[in-house]
């Protein structure tokens, strides 16, 4: 679990320094889908996947 905290708060490090590239996002899921097991392929289809308007909405609203 501490390797998941560990990514996340480094990729969280990347974003607020501005240092990010577009596909920043699915890069973090994919690597954290790979740490759980996911097999690559089937982590960077997931990570790629387009988000439910209800989970888009939240950011759209901040």
């Known amino acids: 679990m501490r390797i998941t905290l ?9 974003l607020l320094e501005g240092d990010v590239p ?3 996002g ?3 899921i ?4 790979q ?11 997931l990570s790629r996947k387009k988000l439910p308007a209800y989970v888009t909405r939240i950011f759209d609203e901040a």
């Open 30 to 33: 994919q690597s954290i889908l």
């Open 6 to 14: 560990i990514s996340l708060v480094a990729g969280t490090r990347d």
């Open 35 to 45: 740490m759980l097991g996911v097999p690559f392929d089937e982590a960077k289809a």
């Open 26 to 28: 699915s890069n973090i």
């Open 22 to 24: 577009k596909s920043w």
